[in-house]
Structures are given as structure tokens and as C-alpha cells.
């Protein structure tokens, strides 16, 4: 969820490079406890007018303008199975569109009917008084008012004080990203005792379970790589087995996360990357619809990247774009909700370029900077008829203090300004954006887990995002959210 500052081209490529390929990339999980073998990883549209009535959240104190920290010297990248910092690339004429990925037959090529329009035609709560279905019978689902959760870390940790924590701040969801090649060691043969306790704890809390699913098992990829799978059944295979032993403690599927990217896609990127993405979802959406009906089956967020190197990354907007137009919008049957990630860099959440940028020291000047990107998404959505489904921000926040090459921008912010400005763009999302269906913080519990690795990485860039300290104590942010979201409930009377 950040980038570098544009001071010069081939800067702006790396630091986006760094960027994409951690936070708002497909996280990467602190590794567990050394003594023990891990066998899964976590990891505008024109603003509507509102349908929820504002609400004036609990004020605290705003803090006095805090000064830039000094930048850190960069340390080495923990050791973590995700791809090492590239070198920048060098941009080219962007290649021949390839021909599009064969269609699978067995799946209608007619989009759902409903409206699915401009003013969110089949979603509760904002401004539809319609039902979209799914060629294949399913009502599109979704939430009735605006719910909230956070990207968690539940493995090789003290999951229950996690859960305690997250009632206490009003939560109603979790989101936990596992690895499918560590549960699937080999065909069919499923690990999955630590994913058994990981669904048990959330489900005895109470709350609703989202669990993101990346890395196929390099069996199943054409390279042997961990992008996508090259025969899609095999994906419905895995998400079948999940739906069959977990029934209603999923709550929801994300298929995949960021897949924009060239490393989540087996190291290089093209247009028809969306089109195999595409049937992948649809083949999740009906094995897992077949099980439980009832299961939101949820995109995978792009990353917010803005650009476009067949070597990194395919712009957010573009590879949006061919999700919808690949076999005639056919997706728009095959999908929830629309998940999208939220950037923040240093910028305020009320801020966004080119209308009203930030004055912030850098990072300032895309729209992809900006929490209010969103906006774009929506807008896409509703360009490609695809407004009959809400749109569901599965990470936002804001980095702090780090010692990671490449987020440096989190030194500007304070854990004062973290918390202000994640309480700005929940009360933001409640009162200005009723096509939105979910907003998950990123992240709730990093800074321990990357504490409790050996050694100890207490300002890695993944634990300057978290709500809590290394020692568990709450910042200022986690107040935040628990104020802000308590009085959104009080006010909705819920």
C-alpha cells in the first residue's frame, strides 16, 4: 500500500517495485518460531450521496504536527520466501496484446442478469431494491450495512489474546491469508491441522472468517512456480475440500491477492494473465457456491501499482479492465464482491491527485498514493456494469517507523497520525461510500508476530502497519478504530 517518491524515473520504477512486492503486495508473513515447522503461512466513482447517517466518533486530542523522522539506514530484507528487491526495469514499448486465453466451454458466456448499473442495483443499504443472480442460480450477496475487519496473523501465535482483542475493537470479520501449496503437500493429500485451529479460533470468538488464498503448489503451475494454476479445476478442487470441512466457519473466499503482479503470476505478466485469472475464479465461485451457497466468493485485490512493466507489474486500471472485458464481462456472474487495496502512503485520507494532493513530503503525486483510489475502482466497476456488487477494501492503513528499505515514507507518520487518520477514513467509508461492503484494516497483530521471530524484527514494514505494539499494548490507532467503530454501531443500531 505505498510507493516512493517520483523524484526521478528510474527511482520512481525501484521504490514502486519495493512496494508492490510487500505490504500491498501479497503479504509475507513473519516467519514462525524457529523451533517449529510451519505448515501454513498467512501472510469514483463521484461519491454517492450517503445512505448512513455520519457519525461523530469520540474525539481525542490532535496531536501537534510531529517532524519527519530521520530515515533509517536500510537493513536487509528479513528472511522470507518472497522475492528479492529487483533492479529497476527498464521500460519498452509494451509488447502485442496476446491472444486471449482459450474459453472454457462449460461455462456461460451470458453475464447475469439484473441491472448492475450506475446506484448499486442489488445491494442492501446502497440504493438498489434489486437481487443480481448468477447465471448459475446464486444471489449476488452482500452485507447489509458496512462491516469491519483486519488482515491477521493467527499461525504460531497467542490467537485467542488476538481474538479477545478483536471483540473488544468491534470487529466482525478476520482476515487470514494461507499458502495452498503448504496445506497441499501433494495431490490430495491435505495438511490441515494448523488451518483447523487457526477457522476453530475465529469461530468461537464469533466472528466471520475471510480467508485469502495465493501460491499454488509448483505441481500444479505450468513452470513450477506458485502463480496460478494451470488447469483451473485443480484450485476448485482445494476450495471444494475447504468448503465440504468448514462449512459456514468460512465465511468467505478471496481467490488470490494482487495478481497483478508479475511474481504472482510465475515472474512475467501479460494481459492474458487476466483472462486465466478469470476462469480460475469462476471455477472457485462454482465449487464453492455447489458446497455452501451461502460463502461470499471474493476477488483478489489488485495491487495499486499505476503502472505498467510486463517484467513487475500490469497497471491496477488496466488489468481491471480486462477482467471485465474478457469473454463479453462474463465474470460479472462469478463474483461477490470486488476487492480492492486501499494505499496510503503519508497522505491524509481525505486527499487525492490531481484534485487535492497532499502536501506531504513525497509519495504524492498519483492516485494510486491515495486512500481515495478507491473511488477509481468504483468507477470502474460501474463503467463496466458490474455495480450490482459492492466493492470490498480487503487492506488500507498507513506505515509507521521502519527500518525496511523502500517504505521510508512511514517514518513521516506519526502512531498519533496512523491513528487519526485510519479513524478519518473509516468515518470516510460509513458516510460516503454506500457501495462499500467491508474495510479491513492492514494489520492487526504483525508487530508481535515479527517480534516473536528469531531475531527479533520489531520495525519491519509489515509490523509499522499494525494497530498493536510488539508487546501486545494497543496504538493509538487501535483506540481509534475502537471508538470510531463502536459509535458507527451505536448510530446504525446495530
Known sequence: MSYPTRFTAPLTLLLLVAVVLAACGNPSPPPPPAAQAPTTVPTTVPTAAPTRAPVVAPQTATPSPVPPTSLP??????????????????????????????????VPDAPATGDGGNGGNGIPGAGGDSTEYSPLGYPILATANLEFGAASHLFYTDAERVMILMQNAGFDWVRQQIHWRDIEWKEKDFGWEQLDQVVDTVDRAGLKLLISIVRSPSFYTADGSDGLPADPTKLGDFVEAMALRYGDKIAAYQIWNEQNLAHETGGTISFEDAGRYVETLIEAYTRIKAVNPNAYVVTGALSPTGHTDWSVSISDVEYLRAMYEYRGGIIRGYFDAQAAHAAGSANPPGTLYPDNPSDAAG????????????????????????????????????????ETPGYEYGNLVSYEQQGEYIREAVLMSHEKYPWLGALFVWNMNFAVTWNETNPPQPFHEQASFGVLNPDWSPRPAYLALQDTIHAIKRADGR
Do not use: K, S
Open 363 to 402: 509519495w504524492t503525486d498519483d492516485a494510486t498514493f491515495y486512500f481515495r483510489n478507491i473511488e477509481n475502482v468504483r468507477r470502474e466497476m460501474e463503467a463496466y456494469g458490474m455495480g450490482g456488487h459492492q466493492l470490498w477494501v480487503t487492506e488500507f492503513g498507513w506505515a509507521t517507523q521502519n
Open 73 to 106: 539506514e536500510p537493513t536487509p530484507e528479513p528472511p522470507t520466501p518472497e522475492p528479492p528487491t529487483l533492479e529497476p526495469p527498464t521500460l519498452e514499448p509494451a509488447p502485442p496484446t496476446p491472444e486471449p486465453v482459450p474459453a472454457a466451454p462449460a
